[in-house]
DNA sequence: CCCGCGTTTGAAAGCGCTTCCCGGAAATCG
DNA sequence: CGATTTCCGGGAAGCGCTTTCAAACGCGGG
């Protein structure tokens, strides 16, 4: 007893619609429309295919279905790294709003690799995928722009649509380095520093810019109030920490740090700590993503906030509306917020 | 400049392996050949081929190839949810092998329940994907071995194969309880609450066990040292810091808690905070799982850690595996490993 | 010059499914 | 009761690809 028939190790042996025609002694075509157009076929004749499918266990062959044109139940993502939390959670906002719409979800970690995103983007493009939602690599958005025109519609997920004719999401990076910024002024810090990753990374490069317009706007001097350091490769807690020293070093010491994401700010946090340094008596530092953990840190962290599910959510939203018939290709903007917690406080007087 | 033609607005009009037949002045088993056996057609003619799909855009049909029987380059993967950390590193793993493989990932997040588990199996099992990954909602396995008797294979994620006919990569929970348990004993605690979740999930059944075990081995009386106290959903970092207070009514107190996962850890962290209760001074606080900001904590969290990354990529290689000739389904065991940190200390004296 | 061999190429079948179109049966109406 | 309409089910084509089999081609030796 528990023991398989003998012949069942061939896998893939599937039963087909027309093992199930036999065994109803009905056509194919009829299977067919018991599965797509249940109302069309008499409800005895119905009741009787349904029994032939449970009986011989038949399973749906997708591959057939998409072949003979049926829209693709599949959209694909790029992530720059699904196992960073900001990036997971956003792919939870894509993963629940596509299986409200009957979809799945292939994900792919680009790990910032434009040769790793384009595998990806050709293996997704063969499978008929219904869309891609990229968070791009480089900078470069052509090839992304060719593959849309090719008939695979692409959602640009944090990133501007900067001119391409493609629906993106983006979360406005200016205005979060801005109240950031704005933030520390208003405490009285006059020496601020940014740290930064790689040049390259146009949302980094987007904070830098709204911190640099905030100083600018309270009336003063960019150059001397803020100094911006970057963070090397790989960006881990570790190397975060290591940074802490280039920060001490410059002169005049600055009051405050701007970290371009929550684990630079974690490993500030740590290194400060570790060398003496009472944040935020001595130093505030912000934080920028607010990840799950930014609240339970000590102390507190004070973030900018992301509306990372949401952007998720909004950018899947954009991906099914792309075959609507007379779609039209648009950009989705979110603000981000400051939250304030308590590793910032007012500029420490005296000293 | 910069204008689309006007006619393409079509989607999913690509050019077929017909087209490029046509363009090259060959017939279509020679493309097929060019794709699939190059050292099989002359130079001279390949190149003519390989100039003509490029000039027609030719994206092979993925579709097409899978309905004439080649394997798929899909696995899917099944978590409870991808945007905790844990099984958001968990899928990393599985995702990185799987791209070695040539292999893209379908990931879902079931959040426990049954029939969003089933919903998932269903249509991947329809897209024919190459095998599918499940950390199981339920503890039912019977619908995972009939699906794996249907031809898909099937690998349990963190789970055990408990007399399955499966494929499971698990860890061992029992020790891991065990060695939180033996560490807190060691530090001289004789009074420990273990804070668990429904009681219907497996591994914290086991972890439980596994304190038990270790509190009898001591020569103690386990239902004077030990306080089984249940996290309620969801199992955020508010609900489990105000089950602190359930905690600290225990009479009399105990001097150390272990945490089913370090999220429960942090609500722990952060309540006794709160109510001023020193950690570790007054209370030892033991996490599960070793997530990325549990050694940023303050204090920092000793926990035990969980293989997570290791745990999908050998879940992933028992997927690959599954498609040889004579494979027998196997077990891969991971035990975890305690890490101690700030905050554990051995238990105040007097008092 | 012809034959035979090895090398390349082409024609055709069919994977499982959907869909169009038509025949036959049942139902409705005059 | 015959004619018209309605409804249901079947036949067949074909989506894009791979693969088998045989034909065609080119070359060197007899």
Same mark, same amino acid.
């Given at each position: 007893m528990g023991q398989d028939e003998?012949?069942?190790?061939?896998?893939?042996?599937r039963a087909s619609i027309r093992q199930v025609a036999a065994a109803a002694r009905v056509s194919t075509s009829t299977v067919s429309n018991v599965l797509n157009?249940?109302? @069309? @076929?008499a409800t005895s004749t119905r009741r009787r295919v349904e029994d032939a499918m449970a009986e011989v266990g038949y399973v749906r062959n997708g591959a057939a279905r998409q072949l003979r044109g049926a829209p693709s139940t599949i959209a694909g993502c790029l992530l720059?790294?699904?196992?960073n939390p900001f990036f997971a959670e956003v792919s939870r906002g894509i993963e629940d709003r596509l299986t409200e719409a009957g979809c799945l979800l292939i994900v792919g970690s680009t790990d910032s690799r434009a040769t790793q995103e384009n595998t990806y983007l050709r293996m997704m493009e063969e499978l008929g995928v219904r869309g891609i939602l990229v968070n791009p690599?480089?900078?470069?958005l052509d090839r992304l722009v060719r593959l849309s025109g090719r008939g695979t519609p692409v959602v640009l997920v944090?990133? &501007?649509?900067?001119?391409?004719?493609l629906c993106a999401v983006a979360v406005d990076d200016v205005h979060g380095g801005g109240v950031a910024a704005d933030h520390l002024l208003a405490l009285g810090h006059r020496r601020i520093a940014f740290l930064g990753g790689r040049a390259g990374v146009r949302s980094l490069r987007d904070r830098a810019e709204g911190v640099r317009r905030s100083i600018a706007r309270a009336g003063l001097d960019v150059s001397s109030a803020l100094v911006e350091i970057a963070v090397p490769e790989p960006c881990t807690v570790e190397v975060a920490d290591s940074v802490v020293d280039q920060v001490l070093a410059v002169?005049?010491? &600055?009051t405050a740090v701007i970290c371009f994401n929550d684990v630079v700010a974690l490993g500030q946090l740590r290194g400060l700590r570790r060398r003496g340094? &009472? @944040?935020?008596?001595q130093m505030s530092v912000i934080g920028y993503?607010? @990840?799950?953990f930014a609240e339970q840190l000590s102390p507190a962290l004070t973030t900018v906030r992301q509306p990372k599910y949401q952007l998720g959510r909004a950018a899947a939203e954009l991906l099914l509306a792309e075959?609507? &018939?007379?779609h039209q290709h648009q950009e989705i903007r979110f603000t981000p917020e400051l939250v304030v917690r308590a590793s910032t406080a007012p500029v420490a007087t005296g000293g």
């Open positions: 003998g012949d069942s190790s061939q896998r893939s042996r157009n249940p109302d @069309v @076929v720059l790294d699904t196992a690599a480089g900078s470069r944090d990133h &501007p649509r900067a001119g391409a004719d002169s005049p010491r &600055p340094i &009472p @944040v935020p008596g993503d607010d @990840v799950q075959d609507r &018939p007379g």
